[in-house]
């Protein structure tokens, strides 16, 4: 018939398939967040970069050195790989565009992780981007009458 369980199921360890503990290691939430962060402002580095090809100027330096320190904070001083100087251009009215969404992005988590530095670096890097699209093309502008 019914043969009640002996010894509850422990949330402590995790076991697979076989039933042997998984050798799996596991990270905290903060973890998660900090490799998420890293990921997102390593992926706006790299749209930096190609906008430093495309438009060069003293910004998008300052900003692609701010980044580059950052992610290496998050990713415990491993400094991001960056894309050799030459690579595939874009247009950069839509590397404005996808910076601009990446940076929105990084915002997010830095927010949900309260990082203060990162949140207000993305959010400056939010309104650099918008203004520059807006500059290539004010016609897009919302304040059209």
Same mark, same amino acid.
């Given at each position: 018939?019914?043969?009640?369980?002996?010894?509850?199921?422990?949330?402590?360890?995790?076991?697979?398939?076989?039933?042997?503990?998984?050798?799996?290691?596991?990270?905290?939430?903060?973890?998660?967040?900090?490799? =998420? %962060?890293?990921?997102?402002? $390593?992926?706006? /580095?790299?749209?930096?970069?190609? %906008? !430093?090809?495309?438009?060069?100027?003293?910004? /998008?330096?300052?900003?692609? *050195?701010? /980044? +580059? #320190?950052?992610? *290496? !904070?998050?990713?415990?001083?491993?400094?991001? %790989?960056?894309?050799?100087?030459?690579?595939? %251009?874009?247009?950069?009215?839509?590397?404005? !565009?996808? +910076?601009?969404?990446?940076?929105?992005? +990084?915002?997010?988590? $830095?927010?949900? !992780?309260?990082?203060? *530095?990162?949140?207000?670096?993305? @959010? #400056?890097?939010?309104?650099?981007? @918008?203004?520059?699209? =807006?500059?290539?093309?004010?016609?897009?502008?919302? +304040?059209?009458?």
């Amino acid at each position: 018939m019914y043969e009640p369980i002996r010894s509850g199921p422990s949330r402590r360890s995790v076991h697979t398939m076989a039933g042997t503990p998984s050798d799996v290691p596991h990270r905290s939430r903060e973890e998660e967040l900090d490799i =998420q %962060l890293a990921g997102h402002l $390593a992926a706006l /580095l790299a749209v930096t970069d190609e %906008l !430093r090809e495309v438009a060069p100027s003293a910004d /998008l330096d300052t900003a692609a *050195a701010r /980044l +580059a #320190e950052q992610v *290496a !904070r998050l990713r415990g001083g491993h400094a991001p %790989l960056r894309a050799p100087a030459g690579g595939a %251009l874009g247009e950069a009215a839509a590397l404005h !565009r996808r +910076a601009h969404a990446l940076a929105g992005r +990084a915002l997010v988590v $830095a927010a949900s !992780r309260a990082d203060t *530095a990162v949140a207000i670096l993305a @959010a #400056e890097r939010m309104d650099a981007h @918008a203004a520059a699209e =807006q500059a290539e093309h004010p016609e897009l502008s919302g +304040a059209a009458h």
